[in-house]
């Protein structure tokens, strides 16, 4: 199993299990105000069914950006977990938009941290899951991988994309469709 466990002032943590599609807000945003010696620290985490990704789409945020290079105040999102190969897509600040708003992972998680000193701050985001995802293949690795709802037929038309990514470039994947259903 994995778990993240941390003790922090001003600290609050959200999940959100197997919900397709949602808007997330920082607490008390567009209003929120942090008593000026706390920090808050918050975390939301997003876990999806397996088989699809996340899209992100930052719609509004007003992140002080006090530091250099966003190092005291920031929205950072990541594709995956902090612990489990999390690649971070970005770390932002300020109080408008930047020009890239929309953010995809490969896999089934992402997570968003936000962590602001000063007295105002926060954000609103929608996410959206799409069927399919990018898989990165070790050397002799073999796996196994299923349309949306499979062996029963697909509940509502999806247009899936699955990327195979070999580790190493001179390496082949081979595919092997053991059973394929049509309508």
């Known amino acids: 199993f994995f778990a993240d466990f941390a003790v922090r002032k001003g600290g609050c ?11 997330i807000t920082s607490p008390g945003y567009p209003n929120s105000v942090v008593p000026k010696s706390d920090v808050m620290d918050c975390r939301w985490y997003i876990d ?6 996340i899209t992100l789409t930052l719609l ?30 970005a770390t ?12 995809k992972t490969t896999g089934s998680y992402a997570l968003i941290n936000m962590r602001i000193k000063s007295t105002v701050g926060g954000f609103k985001l929608q996410y959206n ?7 990165y293949i070790n050397k002799d690795e073999k796996g196994l991988f299923t349309s949306p ?18 580790k190493n470039a001179e390496d082949k994947i081979t595919l092997l469709f053991a059973r394929i259903f049509s309508h």
């Open 13 to 23: 943590s959200f999940s959100f299990t197997n919900i397709e599609n949602a808007i």
């Open 129 to 135: 899951t799409s069927c399919g995802g990018v898989k």
């Open 48 to 53: 999806v069914k397996k088989s699809h990704t």
């Open 60 to 89: 509004s945020m007003n992140i002080p950006s006090g530091g250099s290079n966003c190092s005291e105040n920031s929205l950072k999102i990541y594709d995956g977990y902090i612990g489990r190969n999390e690649k971070n897509l």
């Open 149 to 166: 709802n499979y062996p029963h037929g697909s509940i509502n038309i999806q247009n899936c994309t699955w990327t195979f990514i070999a």
């Open 92 to 103: 932002l600040c300020g109080d408008k938009l930047p020009e890239i708003t929309v953010y």
